[in-house]
C-alpha cells in the first residue's frame, strides 16, 4: 500500500521552531516530487512548498519564504519541512503529498501559541 505519513507536528510558541517529517513507501519516492499543505480551521488547503524529484528544484510560498525549507532524504524516502520564526498564522494541519499517484498523508497538527 502506498502510504504517507506526517510527523513532528506539536504545540510551539511564537518565533520558535518545528521540524516535520514525512515518511513514504510503497511507491517510487525519489520518482515523485513532493509537495507540503496546510489547512487551518475554516480556511482552504494551501500549498506550503514543494521539491522535485532529486531536489534541483524548490519552491515556496510567500508565506513561507524565508522561514521554511523543503528538503528529502531519497536514500530514506523521508520529505522533511523546516519551520523557523514561526507565527500564530502557520497553525494549521500540515499534511504531505505525493504528485505521483497523487498520495495523501493524514496530516500532523501544529500549534503556534503562547
Known amino acids: 500500500q502506498a502510504q504517507l505519513v506526517e510527523s513532528g507536528g506539536g504545540l510551539v510558541q511564537p518565533g520558535g521552531s518545528l521540524n516535520l517529517s514525512c515518511a513514504a513507501s510503497?511507491?517510487?519516492?525519489?520518482?515523485?516530487?513532493m509537495r507540503w499543505y496546510r489547512q487551518a480551521p475554516g480556511k482552504e488547503r494551501e500549498l506550503v512548498a514543494l521539491?522535485?524529484?532529486?531536489?534541483?528544484?524548490?519552491d515556496y510560498a510567500g508565506f513561507a519564504k524565508g522561514r521554511f525549507s523543503i528538503s528529502r532524504d531519497n536514500t530514506q524516502n523521508v520529505l522533511y519541512l523546516q519551520m523557523t520564526s514561526l507565527l500564530p498564522e502557520d497553525t494549521a494541519v500540515y499534511f504531505c503529498?505525493?504528485?505521483?499517484?497523487?498520495?495523501w498523508g493524514p496530516g500532523t497538527q501544529v500549534t503556534v501559541s503562547s
Open positions: 510503497g511507491f517510487n519516492f525519489r520518482e515523485s516530487a
Open positions: 503529498n505525493a504528485i505521483v499517484g497523487s498520495l
Open positions: 521539491i522535485s524529484a532529486t531536489s534541483i528544484i524548490t
